[in-house]
């Protein structure tokens, strides 16, 4: 055996822990062994770096992800589009990179849409195109501009618009068109990030292609970081079609509720050229938690379906570069169902898990009536347990300071979800949940507001290999945490603290792998 056989060898065995069962029918099972972070059923790259969701898209019956990859190693860099097709938003196939960096340019983020009438022209056999609208980045002098591709091959491959850029207004920092179609003014429009000076700009056209400038919106909310990534939608009030407000999600790279980046929200109303904020220009989360960001929702999703589905990028530009996995790097959040729900604060984004996860689950376990008075409680005997779950838990809070749940227990590591009774507040604790030094900021409780009602509180909440996500209430308050445990950590808990609480009801489901299936090209 030449050296290079041995050093392959002996890294597989170190990335095995040991090479006794890598031979023959058991070699080939262990050699499939995913790394302990790798999620179960979060969305990743196989293998490099994965940022961004791009270019979410239905149609004939798929769902498309595009999303920013580095083909060149597992840290930022390189930008090409990822591509990955599902037909339930759950069980994912991998395909050939869509948008590939060439001639000096990186594909940075931006968006897809179905060109149903064929207003660009680049349809073919009376079967309407799929046009991505993405920004260009040239490296030799960053400078960024907003550019088309298409398909007429349900999106297996893309054309560059020969006329690109479409949008050039000589930046280095405007970046990321988000583009719909306006049917009361029979027109496309895109929202577009101007980074720096922390706004965004509204720009429509006729065909994708000759681009008209419209307005301007910004400057206030949380202005810490640079703007980017804005979505812009329609969403009804308590489900009443007769009371809309339009949606604009901006993500900001620094200075959100955990002091990283993290995405805000505006509510106000839309007239086809101009956004106008309603009420407080205070800054509203999409999500209180460190790791949710570079938000963006389907394109295209059929009006009997209605729903306004989003995804996520899992991470946080504080320390994409330094979580602790291999070899990949960066995952997507679970999708979620937004809408509008009027709370004690005020109209506020509602976000739920998408039923298709269901889908994913085993046999459940239902635990009821427990009483806990300043005390947490193992449930392993109880059956609940897991590395990979849903919980939905509901508290009657009585005389505790705090109530909640203990995942990923092990040894001496642990996160807590869990409600603060006295400050309103829904909460995640990774301080102790595993790996944390590889950032100083990386080990700390996040915080969103919670009102508890009636003196019961609802938490929905999913953990995987490497992340908790939970929906608070009503979903009116989400925190998406990454966390790392060093071990199997598996073990569940309840607990309060303070006083005297009830878990009235608790029920679990282990939840399958997603069984992503590997890319078919690269």
Same mark, same amino acid.
């Given at each position: ?61 798929? !769902?498309?992800?595009?999303?920013? !990859? ?58 309407? $195109? ?35 850029? *479409? ?21 496309? *429009?895109?929202? *577009? ?19 008209? !400038? ?34 604009? /999600? ?37 999500? !209180? ?12 999703? $059929? ?98 300071? /705090? ?103 608790? /029920? ?15």
């Amino acid at each position: 055996m030449n050296r290079a056989a041995m050093y392959l060898l002996a890294t597989l065995c170190l990335l095995l822990s040991g090479c006794d069962s890598a031979t023959g029918s058991d070699g080939l099972r262990a050699l499939a062994v995913e790394p302990d972070y790798r999620p179960q059923y979060h969305f990743t790259a196989p293998t490099n770096w994965l940022n961004d969701p791009n270019g979410l898209v239905y149609y004939q019956g798929e !769902y498309h992800l595009f999303y920013q !990859y580095n083909p060149e190693g597992s840290t930022w860099g390189h930008m090409n589009w990822g591509h990955a097709v599902s037909r339930d938003l759950v069980r994912w196939e991998h395909l050939p990179v869509a948008l590939r960096e060439e001639d000096g340019w990186m594909m940075f983020s931006g968006s897809v849409v179905v060109d149903w009438q064929n207003t660009s022209g680049f349809g073919k056999d009376g079967e309407p $195109p799929m046009v991505a609208l993405y920004t260009g980045h040239r490296t030799r002098d960053n400078r960024q501009v907003q550019a088309v591709a298409y398909s007429t091959d349900r999106g297996r491959t893309w054309t560059k618009y020969g006329g690109n850029p *479409v949008i050039d207004i000589g930046s280095t920092d405007f970046r990321d068109p988000k583009v719909f179609w306006y049917e009361p003014g029979q027109t496309w *429009v895109m929202v *577009v990030a101007l980074s720096q000076e922390r706004k965004v700009r509204f720009y429509s056209s006729p065909d994708l292609k000759q681009w008209t !400038y419209l307005s301007d919106f910004g400057q206030l909310g949380s202005v810490w970081g640079v703007w980017e990534c804005p979505d812009l939608f329609p969403l009804a009030v308590d489900g009443d079609p007769q009371n809309v407000r339009w949606v604009l /999600e901006v993500d900001v790279s620094g200075g959100g509720p955990t002091g990283g980046s993290a995405g805000q929200y505006f509510l106000g109303r839309f007239d086809g050229t101009t956004f106008t904020l309603d009420g407080s220009a205070e800054p509203r989360w999409v999500d !209180y938690g460190a790791d949710f960001y570079a938000s963006l929702s389907w394109s295209d999703i $059929p009006r009997d379906d209605g729903r306004r589905v989003m995804l996520g990028w899992m991470n946080n530009q504080w320390y994409a570069n330094a979580i602790p996995t291999s070899p990949f790097r960066g995952s997507m959040s679970i999708p979620r169902v937004l809408g509008l729900g009027s709370t004690p604060g005020g109209i506020r984004l509602v976000q739920q898990p998408a039923a298709e996860l269901q889908s994913l689950r085993g046999t459940p376990v239902r635990v009821e009536g427990l009483e806990l008075e300043s005390r947490s409680v193992p449930l392993a005997e109880r059956g609940v347990a897991g590395r990979a779950m849903e919980i939905i838990a509901e508290f009657e809070v009585g005389t505790a300071t /705090e109530v909640g749940l203990q995942v990923r227990q092990g040894g001496n590591e642990e996160t807590l979800v869990g409600v603060n009774v006295a400050g309103s507040q829904l909460f995640v604790d990774r301080t102790r949940s595993g790996s944390t030094g590889f950032h100083p900021g990386f080990a700390a409780r996040h915080a969103g507001p919670l009102t508890v009602r009636d003196g019961r509180v609802r938490l929905h909440v999913f953990v995987d290999w490497s992340s908790v996500e939970v929906f608070g209430g009503e979903g009116e308050t989400v925190l998406t945490d990454q966390i790392f445990p060093t071990g199997v950590n598996d073990g569940v808990s309840v607990y309060a603290r303070g006083g005297r609480a009830r878990l009235v009801s608790l /029920e679990a489901w282990p939840l399958s792998g997603a069984g992503i299936q590997a890319p078919s090209g690269n």
